[in-house]
């Protein structure tokens, strides 16, 4: 009987080894497979990833469409009353009796304060007695004169001294009716700085009044606009302390020089007052001089702000397109253009600082602009 022949015992201890390297090995392959299989350009939904473009950028247009737009000037300047006089007394005295108050209508030539005028009264009577003894010295030398018992030169000299002393009667006459002070101009009493029995001096102001029936704003406008702006054109004010009141008025002249230093001539806009504007108010002018009906236009939130040429992106074929621009009109938010766009072609508001030239875009909105527009202010472009 032939003797057995031991088979050597292997350990568990030295497979071990060998099965974490066959598991490894395993592990890469599958990796290798998987990222081949990415490599071949299959997205876990089976779709070819290589295919897709940049993701598309979302953004809001508004379609260039036609409206009425205007075209005007607008500044800010104070309401001025058309004439204003301050009331002087022209002689010293107590005020006997004044007549008017602030806010008081007057009337040119309406007395205001009476002064006293005694010693006035008396300059008076004592220049019409020299006048009177004059007159009669002088009826005598003419009648002597006649019978060659005067001189010729001693009757001149009393003429002269009868035309002197008629003088200083009217002299005193005038200081007499000073002691009347009258309104120099119709209108309204602003301020007083008089009482009764206060002493007036001369030459001091004691009224001031105000013409209110019509009211002046001058506008300093840029000499870009002398030819635009011309009499007669029709003005719009609005004033702060009068909210969503319009007042209506005209230019009523135009300066025609230029200050060299400013670049700016004068506007004078004339208003009718009496009413609610006053003086002093802060108005807010708006001067139409031109409107188109049937304009091209586009909101102003379209134009890029990149600091070159007007220019807005349209969108064509879902790109971005850069459009430059030939614009007109400046009307609230609307801007009219004048070549660079046709009626229809959408042009984007919303999401355009994100665009370049050629970007892929998602419109989410597209509407036309509306076209009756509410009042707003315009500048000229």
Not at 122 to 134: F, M, S
Not at 321 to 332: A, F, Q, W
Not at 343 to 351: H, I, N, T
């Amino acid at each position: 009987m032939r003797p057995s022949i031991p088979v050597p015992a292997f350990h568990s201890s030295r497979l071990l080894p060998f099965a974490r390297l066959s598991l490894l090995a395993v592990a890469l392959a599958l990796a290798a497979c998987k990222g081949g299989g990415a490599e071949g350009g299959k997205g876990p939904d089976g779709k070819d990833q290589a295919s897709k473009g940049p993701e598309a950028i979302p953004v809001e247009v508004i379609k260039a469409s036609t409206r009425s737009i205007s075209a005007s000037y607008a500044g800010t300047a104070p309401l001025e009353a058309r004439a204003e006089a301050q009331v002087v007394a022209k002689t010293s005295g107590i005020a006997l009796q004044v007549y008017a108050d602030i806010g008081q209508q007057v009337r040119a030539g309406q007395a205001l304060v009476r002064i006293d005028r005694d010693r006035a009264n008396l300059q008076v009577a004592q220049a019409d007695a020299e006048v009177r003894k004059l007159e009669a010295n002088y009826r005598r030398s003419a009648q002597l004169l006649d019978q060659k018992m005067v001189s010729v030169n001693d009757v001149d000299q009393l003429r002269y001294n009868l035309e002197n002393a008629r003088a200083q009667l009217r002299m005193a006459k005038l200081e007499l009716s000073y002691g009347t002070v009258s309104a120099p101009i119709s209108g309204v009493v602003a301020s007083r700085s008089i009482k009764q029995g206060n002493l007036v001096q001369i030459n001091t102001p004691i009224f001031t009044i105000v013409d209110v029936s019509r009211l002046e704003a001058t506008l300093n406008v840029p000499e870009r606009e002398i030819a635009t702006l011309k009499a007669g054109q029709a003005v719009q004010l609005t004033v702060d302390a009068l909210p969503g009141k319009t007042f209506d008025g005209r230019i009523d002249r135009v300066s025609p020089v230029v200050d060299a230093g400013s670049g700016t001539f004068r506007v004078i806009c004339a208003f009718d007052g009496g009413g609610l504007l006053q003086p002093g108010m802060f108005a807010r002018i708006r001067i139409n001089y031109d409107q188109r009906a049937d304009a091209l236009v586009i909101p102003r939130t379209a134009l890029l702000e990149d600091g070159g040429a007007p220019a807005v992106f349209t969108v064509k074929a879902g790109k971005a397109v850069r459009s430059e621009l030939k614009l007109g009109y400046v009307d609230g938010e609307w801007v009219e253009v004048r070549g660079g766009l046709r009626a229809g072609d959408p042009v984007v508001v919303a999401g355009k600082s994100a665009l370049r030239e050629g970007s892929a875009v998602q419109v989410i909105g597209d509407k036309a602009a509306p076209a009756v527009p509410a009042p707003a202010k315009a500048t000229a472009k």
